[in-house]
């Protein structure tokens, strides 16, 4: 049956990270980009239409969030994800990873160590280290092709290197692992043992495949509130990126208040009018837009699953439980990780996130992007294999 995210849309212009800079990023125009995390379907209807009747208002002057926004965060939050917000625990922020860094900047010294697990999302540790703090990775396990947290590792280094503030992904990308109840309450425990600043970064967090369900970290105990930061967004789960927007959901009242004096002296918490309108259309009415969408997710990922286990049976990867992403090994092409992205790029003529920018335990993995039409899907996936077949 047809699906509305079967459509073709084109992103052939310049202003497009994914889609209009292959030339730079991959050193040619023909690579099919199934890389950065955004998704090739169109917005849901009513933020478009929501973002039109602005442009029809003809007045883009100033603006302020409305208590309707702030009301449809905290109803989506509780709804979705058992969280109990006030207004005044809701901070605005240009995006997840300015957020990052303005904890960084804000909860701690320069040299100070902030833990994160290795491999993960790319910014986590540019933030770190671009701001002149130490970056402490803690190397995932692989169990039974899944992603799982090492504690005994990750407490020795804590007490070692005197971590400060550790940074989590939930779901995780780039293996898409939902992190169970018992795993987070493992690693809260062990952070408030060691006084330990959490932010967990939740933007995947709607993007969860059955049977799984996030655990938002700071519901799973009260006193958590007290060292969790929680960041989440619409831009991901709507696919809105380029409205720039992003939430910070702060309980304890001092960390809120030293946040908010941090936002303060740059003025970084007023954002776009798009912004504004574009999360509360989409946390309001587009409920119905995100079961489909995970509907046509999920039926990708299991012909990506398919086509693996039948293609390339040797190829090991990773089943996603929650994100767009598809995590998997290409060490049977045995080239060095920079023979292997140049690889998928110019024999495949395929563009992906190359594993070892993830961390050093990234190394020989690469990352699929598989929100796209199914068209695409199929058309990318015979392109890794051509990328797996010609060596
Ligand atoms: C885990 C994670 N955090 C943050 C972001 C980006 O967030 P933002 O665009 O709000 O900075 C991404 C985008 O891929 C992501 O995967």
Redesign the pocket.
Known sequence: MESKFDEIIDRTNQLDIKWGQSEKVFGSTDVLPMW??DMDFASPKPVLDALKSLLDSRILGYTAPPDSLYQAIIDWQKERHHMELTKEAILFSP????SIALIIQTFTKENEAIMIHDPV?T?FSNMITLNHRRCVRSTLIVEQNQFKMDFIEMEKQMVEQQVKLFIL?NPQ?PGGRVWSKEELIQLAELCKKHQILIIS?E??GDLIFQPYQLASLVTLDSSYQEFVITLS?A??TFNL?GI?T?MIYVQNKFLADQLKSAQAKTEQSNLTTFGYIGTEAALTKCGPWLTDLLQYLSENLEIICAFFDKELPDVAYMKPQGTYLFWFDCSSLNMTDAELAAHFATVGKIGLNAGAAYGPAGSQYMRLNFAAPKSLINEGLNRIKAAFENR
């Open positions: 950065i995390a995006g997840v990873v300015p999302y910014p992904c990308n970064d933007i995947h967004a831009t991901k990126a720039k992003s």
